[in-house]
């Protein structure tokens, strides 16, 4: 059995990609490790939803995060990948950081490795929390995205950028969709929040992060009518901020993040979905985040602003999308999906979800491995 390492440089407790991938290459009859970092508590070895995960101890991850003490870290990390995984027969590397270290562990040590590089953005072009740093990111890919032998990524526009950029063949495109289901209706924001039923509930899920639009949509819920809430589901470093901006607003509430297996569940308890990514480089704006899927697969029209990845991708038929996050343009919006007759909607949105999930995805993913 053919043994795969798919390297993600973060603790593994919401990467529905890296998960369905992991599955998807599992049930492909490849012998799969998910190789993640470890942080707080978490233990370093355990079964995921049936995937065998190690996260990586690192002795210095106290170590401060400016760019110098980094490469100790690197250095460490790249020790431990070369002791546990140098004799695997496949690296799945996601995203840049575990690039350099999976070429290096192929032509210093197992020559027979094969590499397949997943970027999960516009790498080179992505916001980072330095210039500096965002320029070393580029280099680290630019060094060695030659150096693979297949490249994904998660959109048809983010491929076509990558083989002009590099001059390379155009990366295969494996969309974040979600397997598909008929998620059941539980009605969980109304039971938690006290929602009541003519109130329409707008849902932002995912990570609560910058650049994500968080705070735009909570100073433009001041101004919105009695009619209309906000929920937000998810994670992120923003949310203890996103918290103390509208703690005082009787129209936004905030529920943690939830495990995949019920995740549309919640996703299915709204009435629209917001997908709100501020453009503020070329990587957000070739963005197409997983919950624009969710949404489609939960039965939601969506409000997006306007990026070049999103209106690429979704149809007009439930989709609408506004320039600037504030309640005039989100009513506005709203007023044209209700414009658009319930049944046309619901029938569009279950069309397009009959392609656009992992089922099909996953066919894709076990063919570039068996040609790899």
């Not at 598909?180 to 109130?199: L, V």
Request: net charge positive; proline share 4%; charged share 20%.
């Amino acid at each position: 059995m053919k043994r795969v390492a798919v390297l993600v440089f973060n603790d593994f407790t919401h990467d529905s990609r890296v998960l369905r991938e992991g599955l998807s290459l599992q049930e492909g009859g490849y012998q799969v490790q998910i190789v993640a970092l470890q942080s707080g508590n978490l233990p370093v070895h355990e079964i995921k939803h049936g995937l065998p995960v190690h996260r990586l101890k690192l002795k210095t991850r106290s170590l401060p995060k400016s760019i110098y003490w980094q490469i100790f870290k690197w250095l460490e990390l790249f020790i431990l990948i070369v002791k546990h995984y140098r004799k695997v027969d496949y690296f799945h590397v996601c995203d840049v950081l575990p690039l350099p270290m999976a070429v290096w562990t192929k032509k210093l040590f197992n020559k027979r490795i094969k590499i397949i590089y997943d970027a999960h953005e516009l790498e080179f072009q992505k916001n980072t929390s330095s210039k500096r740093y965002g320029q070393l990111i580029a280099w680290l890919e630019a060094k060695h995205i030659h150096q693979v032998d297949a490249r994904i990524t998660v959109t048809r526009l983010i491929s076509k950028v990558y083989a002009e950029h590099y001059q390379i063949p155009e990366p295969h495109t494996i969309y974040n969709f979600p397997y598909f289901q008929k998620p059941s209706q539980k009605d969980h924001f109304r039971k938690k929040f006290g929602i009541r039923a003519n109130q329409r509930i707008l849902l932002y899920q995912g990570t609560i992060a910058p650049n994500r639009g968080c705070e735009s949509l909570v100073e433009a819920f001041k101004d919105m009518p009695d009619d209309y809430v906000l929920v937000f589901l998810g994670y992120g470093p923003l949310w203890n901020t996103i918290w103390e901006m509208s703690k005082d607003q009787s129209n936004i509430f905030m529920h943690e993040a939830v495990d995949m297996d019920v995740l549309l569940e919640y996703t299915a308890s709204a009435d629209i979905g917001i997908y709100s990514v501020i453009n503020s480089n070329p990587s957000h704006d070739y963005s197409l985040g997983n919950k624009v899927f969710e949404y489609i697969m939960a039965g939601l029209p969506i409000i997006s602003t306007d990026l070049k990845g999103v209106r690429d991708f979704l149809p007009k038929d439930f989709t609408i999308f506004i320039e600037k996050l504030e309640a005039q343009t989100i009513q506005q919006a709203i007023q044209q999906l209700d414009q658009k007759p319930a049944v046309q909607l619901e029938q569009a949105i279950q069309q397009f979800a009959q392609t656009a999930n992992w089922n099909e995805e996953q066919k894709k993913l076990l063919n570039i491995y068996a040609h790899a």
